[in-house]
T-cell receptor, first 112, second 117 residues
Framework: RKEVEQDPGPFNVPEGATVAFNCTYS??????FFWYRQDCRKEPKLLMS???SGNEDGRFTAQLNRASQYISLLIRDSKLSDSATYLC?????????????FGSGTQLTVLP | DAGVIQSPRHEVTEMGQEVTLRCKPI?????LFWYRQTMMRGLELLIY????????DSGMPEDRFSAKMPNASFSTLKIQPSEPRDSAVYFC???????????????FGEGSWLTVV
């Protein structure tokens, strides 16, 4: 089983649609969670951190369920510019050691 | 502010040649990471340094790969000899102090696109 698993995608949605991505992680001791966005032929960039109580940033909402070891990202009123690959990231720290594991990514294409 | 700076941005080399990739982390960041990304395997952590000391190199594929961080502002990833299967995008990333809230965010460079023919 992969340490971080994401929806395989690709997701093709019309502009204005709401789309949700899911991610599960295998290590229950994982401490921090993130969503990164990667545009074609570019580097990954932090989209948002995921907090236990859930958090929202404009059209983006991230949620964490520690009991189910599940993370989600919801995008409302999707824009053409949201087309990208979304990477789920899980962090496990122990002293000076840090294990940051990336999911394989979910590709989103927003269609006009 | 300058982000993570990598060089070269693109390199095409012949099998058997030595390849050296370079990285300058964001000033003040204590952790530095080297990742490799391919279509088949996604993003893989090769090695990371904390305060210039290698902490985890378990992702380094084999002895042909080596990484150094001689000081806080410079790191290299070397492949010798290179093989066609090493073709990938190599990302360097850095983050602030381990264990602090903001230290959990990592910032990527634009990547070095390597093609070994």
């Amino acid at each position: 089983r992969k340490e971080v698993e994401q929806d395989p995608g690709p997701f093709n949605v019309p502009e204005g649609a709401t789309v949700a991505f899911n991610c599960t992680y295998s290590n229950s001791a994982s401490q921090s969670f993130f969503w990164y966005r990667q545009d074609c032929r570019k580097e990954p960039k932090l989209l948002m951190s995921v907090y236990s109580s859930g958090n929202e940033d404009g059209r983006f909402t991230a949620q964490l369920n520690r009991a189910s070891q599940y993370i989600s990202l919801l995008i409302r009123d999707s824009k053409l510019s949201d087309s990208a690959t979304y990477l789920c990231v899980v962090l496990l720290s122990s002293g000076s050691a840090r294990q940051l594991t990336f999911g394989s990514g979910t590709q989103l294409t927003v269609l006009p | 502010d300058a982000g993570v700076i990598q060089s070269p941005r693109h390199e095409v080399t012949e099998m058997g040649q030595e390849v050296t990739l370079r990285c300058k982390p964001i000033s003040g960041h204590n952790s530095l990471f080297w990742y490799r990304q391919t279509m088949m395997r996604g993003l893989e952590l090769l090695i990371y340094f904390n305060n210039n000391v290698p902490i985890d190199d378990s992702g380094m594929p084999e002895d042909r790969f080596s990484a150094k961080m001689p000081n806080a502002s410079f790191s290299t990833l070397k492949i010798q000899p290179s093989e066609p299967r090493d073709s990938a995008v190599y990302f360097c990333a850095s983050s602030p102090t381990v264990g602090r809230g903001s230290g959990n965010t990592i910032y990527f460079g634009e990547g070095s696109w390597l093609t070994v023919v």
